[in-house]
């Protein structure tokens, strides 16, 4: 059974950077089967595509996100990361890290998620 | 920033059929496969239709995708109260560099 962890500070000040790692376990990023996501859901909202990136270190990113946006995987680890700087309220949401066969094919499973809170 | 439109509600009996939209452009479900989600409160989305019309191990029957042109739809038939939950659509959008495009979602109602 595949399961996806979030983990990271759930409250982060405006202008900082958001950090989120997400460990995987029951399946070897370095398989080269899947890509890895993140997604993100602000309270009462619908859900938007952050990154994906794949075992080698290809990344894909939400053009309007890119120019913050940082994803990384860390294979000795089995996780992969993000990093989104500069932060305002506007970032606060639930953070979710998912796993997806290919660029175009579903996200599953999904990890539980991980609130995040942009406050002073 | 979604650029996928869903019914923002739909709602049925038990039993009963219920359909939902989700309307796009050629550069996503035009030229992409769909994927559904189903999400309950407080809890992670989960993968119901992938592919226009698959089903991933679990999801039963009565759940079925199809996509047309710019369009897909996701058919529930004989509608549980357990069924009560948001939907998403999703597609890859071919567009700029490529992104991940959701839909709007859709609160189904089991009346």
């Known amino acids: 059974q595949v399961l996806l962890q979030e983990s990271g500070p759930g409250l982060v000040k405006p202008s900082e950077t958001l950090s989120l790692t997400c460990g995987v376990s029951?399946?070897?990023?370095?398989?080269?089967?899947?890509?890895w996501g993140w997604i993100r859901q602000p309270p009462g909202k619908g859900l938007e595509w952050i990154a994906t990136?794949?075992?080698?270190?290809?990344?894909y990113y939400n053009p309007s996100l890119k120019s913050r946006l940082t994803i990384s995987v860390d294979t000795s680890n089995n996780e992969f990361s993000l990093r989104l700087s500069s932060v305002t309220a506007a970032d606060t949401a639930v953070y979710y890290c998912?796993?997806?066969?290919?660029?175009?094919?579903?996200?599953?499973?999904w990890g539980q998620g991980a609130l995040v809170t942009v406050s002073s | 920033q979604s650029v996928l439109t869903q019914p923002p509600s739909a709602s049925g009996t038990p039993g009963q059929r219920v359909t939902i939209s989700c309307s796009g452009r050629?550069?996503?479900?035009?030229?992409?496969?769909v994927n559904w989600y189903q999400q309950f409160p407080g809890a992670a989305p989960k993968l119901l239709i992938y592919?226009?019309?698959e089903r991933p191990s679990g999801v039963p029957d009565r759940f079925s995708g199809s996509r047309s042109g710019t369009s897909a739809s996701l058919a529930i038939s004989g509608l549980q109260s357990d069924d009560e939950a948001d939907y998403y659509c999703?597609?890859?959008?071919?567009?700029?560099?490529?992104?991940?495009?959701f839909g709007t979602g859709t609160k189904v109602t089991v009346l």
């Open positions: 990136i794949y075992y080698s270190g290809s990344t």
């Open positions: 999703a597609a890859w959008d071919d567009s700029l560099n490529g992104l991940y495009v």
């Open positions: 592919s226009d019309n």
């Open positions: 029951g399946d070897s990023i370095i398989s080269g089967t899947y890509y």
């Open positions: 998912a796993r997806q066969r290919g660029l175009r094919r579903g996200l599953d499973p």
């Open positions: 050629g550069s996503n479900i035009g030229s992409n496969t």
